[in-house]
């Protein structure tokens, strides 16, 4: 299905491109969008909002992971065969932390992807702006995805360009 889609792609590129060619002095280039997302610093400082928005919630689900390790090993160790009050209680904290833990990963991942797709896109949306405003100053005709360019010359290349402007703003 996906090898469709870029089959798809490039012939709408080539249709493009060659009803481009025909017309006097039409100027194409193209851009390696992933390294202009990944390598920004706009990207970068997105992952650091991340960070520092949820970051104490991981380290908070990682400490009761721990102590969920360490509640099943004493139970292992001293509820082996036992049936008393303290074993009935270290197994009722145990499935209560368990439980816990598992609700508030499922409320932090659902969190992270909601904030996650929010940065991105943020970030898309900044990266075509700065395509466009490269494109209009270079008197661009057409950018291309470089992903569906069969050949280019490097001179056609504005992926630096788009990039130093992004890591500008």
Wanted: charged share 40%; glycine share 2%; aromatic share 6%.
């Amino acid at each position: 299905m996906q090898s469709r889609i870029i089959l798809l792609s490039l012939f709408l590129s080539l249709l493009a491109v060659s009803s481009f060619s025909f017309s006097a002095g039409a100027r194409l280039a193209y851009i390696d969008i992933k390294e202009v997302i990944f390598k920004s610093k706009t990207k970068k400082d997105a992952d650091k909002r991340l960070n520092d928005q949820f970051g104490k919630q991981e380290e908070q689900i990682k400490n009761d992971r721990k102590k969920l390790k360490a509640l099943a090993e004493k139970l292992k160790k001293n509820g082996a065969g036992k049936v008393d009050d303290a074993t009935f209680k270290l197994q009722a904290e145990y499935v209560k932390l368990k439980r816990k833990i598992k609700m508030e990963t499922a409320r932090f991942e659902q969190q992270v992807r909601a904030k996650q797709m929010k940065e991105r896109k943020a970030i898309h949306d900044k990266v075509m702006k700065a395509i466009i405003q490269v494109a209009k100053k270079e008197n661009l005709d057409v950018v291309l995805a470089k992903r569906v360019v069969v050949y280019k010359n490097d001179k056609s290349d504005i992926t630096a360009k788009v990039r130093a402007l992004l890591d500008k703003k």
